[in-house]
């Protein structure tokens, strides 16, 4: 199969204008190719697609889908590059349309942005049916011409990392326990000489004095696991390291404070922090960024148990402080702060953590943008231009003062798990509590729990688990590399 390109015509009479793929095999069948498109009615509107047979004995079927219009750029409205998420967005709806076909290779017309047209391929095509008998045929992608090879390949890297996240966030929790999470990992890195893993048991937690981690562990038979993953691309193995965080709960019921059921086997993905951050460490060291980055991902279920925490109970993190578990669905921000305190042993140049905080960041934002709360303006314009490149956008929330004062006012501990009045400001009250676990001065805090899933507002997406924002942190990682250099 072959996928083009096609863009909106500027006037509405206008003909076909074409990418210059397209131009190319349009001259390769004597002009056929434009004259069937005229033929079929108006211009194709974006993400729209006609689909020709018997054009060329190559390519037995041709999609010819929609990209708006050709010098779409940078839209400031939307904090997006509108010209890449287009050609993702096409490119994805034509390989699908392949798919459907049953024909089992299709080559992809770059769209003059090879990167964004492999994303869109590889993500587009991507789906777990891992445990189904009946799966939908495999489709493989390739770059249609020779040009842009090199960015082609940068793109299916990119978008093979975020396909990892959504496979380890869409995996049932039985599957993906602790245990088989840091060893999945281990094995996607084993390859790299210049990356050590470390599966610490919890032993190790337990000597470590991370005693938060530890209490929303102990209500689960599964047993917690600290991974800690160290890839050392840096010119020195001693330069300042990048240090990402996640939250890896790879299943969380609420503990005593029960979650509803409805809904709650999504909780399978509540490693939602700990699958992109470990991801996006893959896909640096699969691109050789030049830099040094450190992963740590506190990994646990949060059952309710004759051992589980119960609302009240005080327990102690890593750094002394003590904190008062008012709700125990409240979990990741324990498992985050003794992972916080630890990271600052590494003089990181930044920390950055990502987590399925809050309830409240999905209705804050909903899936549009990933909430940062962050204390460096260094680092949030440096996440903020990476986010415009990937079309995954992340959206700055505040960290102010005033929040950290209903988590510090506190009856019985140093602060509490959840602000004292309850509904409000939920997203802040979290990263406020996290704040107090945190002295680094380029430390942001990634709320991903609006962007966990995709129903279908990210069309180059299906539904499901959606990995966000894996390609933003490598791409951060990667601009993060360049400044080191120069």
């Known amino acids: 199969g072959l996928v083009l390109g096609v863009y909106s015509s500027e006037k509405d009479d206008g003909a076909a204008q074409f990418t210059s793929a397209g131009d190319a095999f349009d001259r390769l069948v004597s002009g056929k190719l ?186 689960s038979a599964e047993p917690p696991i600290f991974l800690e993953i160290h890839y050392l691309g840096g010119a020195n193995t001693d330069d300042s390291p990048l240090v990402f965080v996640g939250k890896g709960v790879t299943f969380d019921s609420g503990g005593i404070s029960l979650k509803p059921s409805s809904g709650m086997d999504a909780m399978r993905a509540d490693m939602g922090g700990a699958a992109t951050v470990c991801s996006a460490i893959v896909t640096a060291a699969a691109l050789n960024l030049p830099l040094n980055i450190i992963g740590l991902a506190p990994l646990c279920e949060n059952m309710p148990s004759g051992k589980a925490n119960k609302p009240g109970d005080v327990v102690r993190a890593k750094n002394g402080k003590t904190i008062q578990v008012d709700n125990t669905d409240a979990e990741g921000r324990l498992l985050l702060a003794d992972a916080l305190c630890y990271a600052h042993n590494f003089k990181a ?68 798990n959840i602000g004292k009045y309850s509904r409000a400001g939920g997203a802040c009250t979290a990263a406020a509590f996290l704040k107090e676990f945190v002295t680094a001065s380029h430390w942001a805090h990634l709320d991903i729990a609006g962007v966990m899933s995709n129903k279908d507002e990210v069309p180059y997406l299906r539904k499901g688990m959606a990995g966000r924002p894996t390609r933003t942190l490598v791409e951060f990682a990667a601009r993060l590399s360049q400044d080191s250099h120069n």
């Open 349 to 416: 140049r930044a920390i950055v953590n990502a987590a399925t905080l809050t309830g409240a960041m999905d209705v804050a934002l909903g899936s549009a943008a990933t909430g940062v709360f962050t204390n460096s303006s260094w680092l949030w314009t440096h996440l903020y231009e990476a986010s415009i490149l990937t079309g995954d956008r992340v959206w700055r929330m505040p960290l102010f003062e005033h929040y950290t004062k209903q988590v510090t006012d506190c009856p019985l501990a140093d602060v509490s």
């Open 34 to 219: 434009r004259a069937l498109l005229s033929l079929c009615g108006p211009p194709l509107k974006k993400g729209k697609t006609r689909v020709f047979h018997g054009l060329h004995q190559d390519f037995p079927s041709v999609v010819v889908v929609g990209l708006g219009k050709k010098n779409a750029g940078i839209n400031e409205q939307e904090n997006w590059n509108e010209g890449k998420e287009n050609i993702r967005t096409a490119v994805a709806v034509g390989c699908r349309q392949i798919q459907d076909l049953e024909i089992p290779c299709v080559e992809v017309d770059p769209c003059g942005d090879a990167q964004a047209a492999a994303e869109g391929a590889v993500l587009g095509l991507h789906e777990y049916n891992e445990l189904k008998q009946k799966k939908k045929p495999v489709v493989t992608p390739q770059l249609h011409g020779s040009a842009e090879r090199g960015a082609w390949q940068k793109g299916v890297i990119y978008a093979e990392g975020q396909n990892l996240a959504r496979y380890l966030m869409e995996a049932p929790a039985n599957y993906i326990t602790p245990i088989k999470f840091a060893e999945h990992i281990e094995q996607k890195l084993r390859t790299f000489s210049n990356v050590k893993v470390h599966i610490r048991p919890e032993s190790w937690i337990t000597a470590q004095e991370m005693g938060a981690f530890l209490s929303v562990a102990k209500g």
